[in-house]
């Protein structure tokens, strides 16, 4: 079996976990990582602070960006005010489903 992946297909797109991190030098994506208790999540940076979900829009905008996805197809559905985020990514149909899991992969580079 393979190494854990942060993310998975589901009905509508594609739900992936984050682990945010908030007040950095620049907004980015630094790979995957595994925590302590197995779950991977995708390192996400941003400039923005915690504040007023400030951090929390950050985040959605740059995997927008990042995935070539419109703003509004990146929702976040938990972890609003936690660290470790769930994000879902609305996907049309199969075929984007298949495109967002590989330029996901193709953003998240090695499990560190």
Known sequence: MG???PWESVADGVRLAVRATPNAARDGIDGLAV????????????RAVPD??????????LLA?????A???VRLTSGATARLKQFRLEAADDAERQRLVARLAEQAGAIS
């Open 35 to 46: 925590l302590a208790d197995g779950r991977a999540v995708l390192k996400v940076r941003v």
């Open 71 to 73: 703003k509004r197809a």
């Open 52 to 61: 007023k979900g400030a951090a929390n829009t950050a985040v959605a905008e």
């Open 3 to 5: 190494d854990p992946l």
């Open 65 to 69: 960006r990042e995935l070539g996805l």
